[in-house]
């Protein structure tokens, strides 16, 4: 089955940090871009980070300085470490992977971050 696994989501107080994970199984092809959006609340989905199979990195505005996205060696897994969290950062967060040919997405993972 091709899917995205994603981990790492809870609850955390306002300045803490925390590390999401997103592996993609079941499929072969070369991820060639992966990354994570987020959906709070009402709102539409919105792009937080993605990286390239190059390691090219590209950030929303809200989360440069505080966000860091990486992928793992095997090219098929893509992390998200988080610091300095806001309340405003609160959402459902999800993985999405491209590659030739399609588009996956995770089954989303809820980041709260309480004042």
């Known amino acids: 089955q091709v899917q995205l696994v994603e981990s790492g989501g809870g609850l955390v107080q306002a300045g803490g940090s925390l590390r999401l994970s997103c592996a993609a199984s079941?499929?072969?092809?070369?991820?060639?871009?992966m990354g994570w959006y987020r959906q709070a609340p009402g709102k539409q989905r919105d792009l937080v980070a993605t990286?390239?199979?190059?390691?090219?990195?590209n950030y929303a505005d809200s989360v440069k300085g505080r966000f860091t996205v990486s992928r793992g060696n095997a090219l098929n897994t893509v992390y998200l470490q988080m610091n300095s969290l806001k309340v405003e950062d609160t959402a459902v967060y999800y993985c999405?992977?491209?590659?030739?040919?399609?588009?996956?997405w995770g089954q989303g993972t809820q980041v709260t971050v309480s004042s």
């Open positions: 079941g499929i072969r092809l070369p991820m060639n871009v």
């Open positions: 999405n992977a491209q590659f030739i040919g399609g588009n996956l």
């Open positions: 990286i390239t199979s190059g390691r090219s990195t």
